[in-house]
């Protein structure tokens, strides 16, 4: 059930009416934080937080409903509850239909946005209809995360260009802190895959490929929580099983589409997944079939540029088994 809502006419605003969606699940110590950051915005202009319960066993959406219903400005909350956990690449696709904004911001119920993230993400759009506007991010908890940064704002106008920057790995790939027209998502069929470990991945990667007007920003507009039980710094058997499937969807995609013609980049980006995949497998003993799936995954399509970068991927990854074992359990860190 949801909470009421009164009716906004989004269309009559000179800036964009956004909706931030907010999966919940088991962060009782982190939601009060979470959402204080969504209050303490300094945007002006209306906006809807949309809080999806995802069945957790703590007390999360007992505080959550308790500072909402002690909040009095012109957000407007709503709580979705599932019927049962259905992970968070669900509750993500559930606020993208229940949105009614015309951009959305996901936000992780354990991170919080700085104060200024929306009067940020959302001043470029006065200056052109981007299909995404990227912020920076600060570090917040425990634990080591590398941040990418980018030297100053950034326009792009040119879907190439756009994807060449992100196979080059100058875009980091999680869902969050992206304020996303969501006509462009539901119009390219942009949806999270439901059960999906790391789906931010996989998402990113069609993101990305789809968009055609992109801003990145320099100003930090996300404060991500660096958890050591966090799934993005999580790697163990399970989680290297499901970044194979993002390999393999990635590449049907790339052969789909016949990228590499237009995109010689694409070569060492898969061979530096392709060489990821073969050491987890190693280190998280995973069955000899799989390693051997991956290694016979063929990356060269027709004839196309080979950068000196990437020879060092490709001889590592024709290693036989033994060989390469060996030389991922002498190199890797105890």
Same mark, same amino acid.
């Given at each position: 059930?949801?909470?009421?809502?009164?009716?906004?006419?989004?269309?009559?605003?000179?800036?964009?009416?956004?909706?931030?969606?907010?999966?919940?699940? /088991?962060?009782?110590?982190?939601?009060?934080?979470?959402? /204080?950051?969504?209050?303490?915005?300094?945007?002006?202009?209306?906006?809807?937080?949309?809080?999806?319960?995802?069945?957790?066993?703590?007390?999360?959406?007992?505080?959550?409903?308790?500072?909402?219903?002690?909040?009095?400005?012109?957000?407007?909350?709503?709580?979705?509850?599932?019927? &049962?956990?259905?992970?968070?690449?669900?509750?993500?696709?559930?606020?993208? &239909?229940?949105?009614?904004?015309?951009?959305?911001?996901?936000?992780?119920?354990?991170?919080?946005?700085?104060?200024?993230?929306?009067?940020?993400?959302?001043?470029? #759009?006065?200056?052109? &209809?981007?299909?995404?506007?990227?912020?920076?991010?600060? #570090?917040?908890?425990?634990?080591?995360?590398?941040?990418?940064?980018?030297?100053?704002?950034?326009?792009?106008?040119?879907?190439?260009?756009?994807?060449?920057?992100?196979?080059?790995?100058?875009?980091?790939?999680?869902? =969050?802190?992206?304020?996303?027209?969501?006509?462009?998502?539901?119009?390219?069929?942009? =949806?999270?895959?439901?059960?999906?470990?790391?789906?931010?991945? #996989? =998402?990113?990667?069609?993101?990305?490929?789809?968009?055609?007007?992109?801003?990145?920003?320099?100003?930090?507009?996300?404060?991500?929580?660096?958890?050591? @039980?966090?799934?993005?710094?999580?790697?163990?058997?399970?989680?290297?099983?499901?970044?194979?499937?993002?390999?393999?969807?990635?590449?049907?995609?790339?052969?789909?589409?016949?990228?590499?013609?237009?995109?010689?980049?694409?070569?060492?980006?898969?061979?530096?997944?392709?060489?990821?995949?073969?050491?987890?497998?190693?280190?998280?003993?995973?069955?000899?079939?799989?390693?051997?799936?991956?290694?016979?995954?063929?990356?060269?399509?027709?004839?196309?540029?080979?950068?000196?970068?990437?020879?060092?991927?490709?001889?590592?990854? @024709?290693?036989?088994? &033994?060989?390469?074992?060996?030389?991922?359990?002498?190199?890797?860190?105890?």
């Amino acid at each position: 059930m949801g909470l009421s809502l009164k009716f906004i006419n989004t269309e009559r605003m000179n800036t964009p009416y956004i909706s931030i969606i907010i999966p919940v699940y /088991n962060v009782e110590d982190f939601i009060e934080a979470c959402l /204080n950051s969504v209050i303490n915005q300094t945007y002006k202009d209306n906006f809807e937080c949309i809080l999806i319960d995802d069945c957790g066993n703590d007390n999360s959406m007992e505080i959550a409903k308790k500072i909402i219903s002690n909040y009095h400005g012109n957000i407007e909350f709503k709580i979705i509850s599932h019927c &049962k956990n259905s992970g968070l690449s669900a509750a993500r696709n559930t606020g993208i &239909k229940n949105a009614k904004g015309t951009y959305i911001l996901f936000l992780d119920s354990d991170d919080e946005l700085t104060k200024t993230s929306l009067e940020l993400l959302a001043k470029p #759009l006065k200056e052109e &209809k981007y299909d995404v506007v990227v912020g920076s991010y600060e #570090l917040i908890g425990q634990g080591q995360f590398e941040i990418l940064k980018i030297d100053n704002d950034i326009k792009i106008l040119n879907q190439e260009e756009i994807f060449k920057k992100f196979i080059s790995r100058k875009i980091y790939e999680m869902a =969050w802190n992206k304020l996303i027209k969501r006509d462009f998502l539901i119009d390219n069929k942009i =949806w999270f895959e439901d059960g999906l470990l790391h789906e931010d991945v #996989l =998402w990113s990667f069609y993101l990305f490929y789809y968009c055609h007007k992109l801003k990145l920003l320099i100003a930090p507009t996300y404060r991500y929580r660096v958890r050591e @039980n966090g799934i993005i710094g999580q790697r163990n058997a399970k989680n290297i099983l499901h970044l194979k499937r993002i390999f393999d969807d990635k590449l049907k995609f790339i052969k789909q589409k016949i990228l590499y013609k237009h995109y010689p980049e694409l070569t060492e980006y898969m061979y530096r997944q392709k060489l990821a995949l073969l050491k987890g497998c190693i280190v998280y003993n995973i069955e000899k079939s799989v390693f051997k799936d991956v290694q016979q995954q063929k990356l060269l399509l027709g004839n196309h540029h080979i950068s000196i970068k990437t020879i060092p991927y490709l001889i590592a990854s @024709n290693m036989p088994y &033994k060989l390469f074992s060996v030389i991922i359990k002498i190199f890797s860190p105890k």
